[in-house]
């Protein structure tokens, strides 16, 4: 089998399936490609969008999309939990973190990605939206020690890679720590941070997010 990863390095959603494919131990070759409608982009991922994956030559867009496909194929290390009901526990914290929390937050990434001004009309309804997104995040996540139960799986790599997104943007616009805010959240994102795989990978998209602000 053959696995290319397509995207940036300084795009949250690239270095949550990378980190998921170090997870898995799985071979794979990056491809940089930056999200947009050039035709062959839309060829492998329709709607544009970063990170897909091109496995013997098939494409597969969408990260929960490519996190369901991972554990099916490469089952060891087991990275959903095991009983159907934890499971459904578990992608429902992934889609809580994407839906509510990344995806409002994502909607100053024109000022905070690209220096763009800030758009007055999105500061209330964005703060809102964040604070309920949080609030449920909180009535969800475990932290025994890990954020969906004992073991180690997508929903913490989901949880480090998109809230610490959403974070950024939330201290920018806001002068909010999303994370320092919740003492729970904190320690499990520092503790989260020192697993190899997460601090790999997050080192490579902080220097190339520094690199990319500098130019």
């Known amino acids: 089998m053959t696995i290319k990863l397509y995207g940036t390095s300084i795009s949250n959603y690239f270095s949550t399936a990378k980190a998921a494919l170090i997870e898995k131990n799985i071979e794979f070759e990056e491809v940089n490609t930056f999200p947009g409608d050039n035709p062959k982009v839309l060829a492998l991922s329709p709607m544009g969008k970063v990170p897909y994956l091109e496995v013997d030559g098939?494409?597969?867009?969408?990260?929960?999309?490519?996190?369901?496909?991972?554990?099916?194929?490469?089952?060891?290390?087991?990275?959903?939990?095991?009983?159907?009901?934890?499971?459904?526990?578990?992608?429902?914290?992934?889609?809580?973190?994407?839906?509510?929390?990344?995806?409002?937050?994502?909607?100053?990434?024109?000022?905070?990605?690209?220096?763009?001004?800030?758009?007055?009309?999105?500061?209330?309804?964005?703060?809102?939206e964040l604070e309920k997104g949080m609030n449920a995040l909180s009535a969800l996540a475990q932290y025994s020690p890990y954020i969906a139960g004992n073991n180690f799986g997508f929903a913490d790599i989901e949880a480090y890679f998109q809230i610490r997104f959403a974070c950024m943007h939330t201290k920018k616009i806001y002068d909010w720590d999303l994370i320092e805010s919740d003492s729970k959240l904190a320690d499990y994102i520092n503790m989260v941070g020192e697993r190899p795989s997460i601090k790999s990978v997050d080192a490579i998209l902080q220097r190339d997010f520094a690199a990319f602000q500098s130019k």
């Open 58 to 128: 098939r494409p597969l867009s969408e990260t929960n999309v490519i996190f369901d496909y991972l554990e099916d194929v490469h089952p060891e290390p087991a990275l959903y939990p095991s009983a159907a009901w934890d499971r459904a526990k578990a992608k429902e914290i992934i889609r809580t973190i994407e839906l509510y929390i990344d995806f409002p937050a994502r909607k100053h990434i024109a000022s905070v990605y690209f220096g763009q001004p800030v758009n007055e009309a999105l500061l209330e309804p964005v703060k809102a």
